[in-house]
């Protein structure tokens, strides 16, 4: 099944939670701290790489599916999370990104990883 936007993987989820009348358990706590878990178990997956092993890791076949999986679950719990509290998130993306482009121009940001305030 190939679903291409927010709202249709946003639907797909509410109607999955709602079958399994998990809604009672979805609370902005307890989906902030599933999502905090997952993002923990993704990166459990590369602890003790640097950064260019990082990349061969992503990459081995034999880890990859557990990888897709745990990102799967990260996405997932954040979908829900905007969900539960009323937030559209295609426009908190698009505001956080209009916010990170002032933060960090072009001119003054290409090829640096400073923090804003550095720039």
């Not at 509410?14 to 923990?40: I, V, Y």
């Not at 559209?88 to 990104?97: F, G, V």
Request: charged share 25%.
């Amino acid at each position: 099944m190939y679903m291409s936007d927010i709202k249709t993987i946003t639907e797909s989820l509410t109607n999955f939670c709602n079958e399994r009348d998990w809604e009672q358990f979805h609370s902005p706590k307890n989906l902030s701290m599933a999502l905090a878990a997952e993002s923990g178990e993704l990166m459990e997956h590369f602890l003790w790489s640097d950064s260019p092993a990082s990349q061969a890791v992503a990459q081995d076949p034999k880890k990859r599916p557990a990888i897709e999986a745990e990102i799967a679950d990260v996405v997932i719990y954040a979908l829900e999370f905007a969900n539960i509290c009323g937030i559209d998130l295609a426009a908190a993306i698009e505001t956080k990104m209009a916010a990170n482009a002032k933060k960090y121009p072009v001119e003054k940001a290409r090829g640096r990883s400073d923090k804003y305030t550095e720039l």
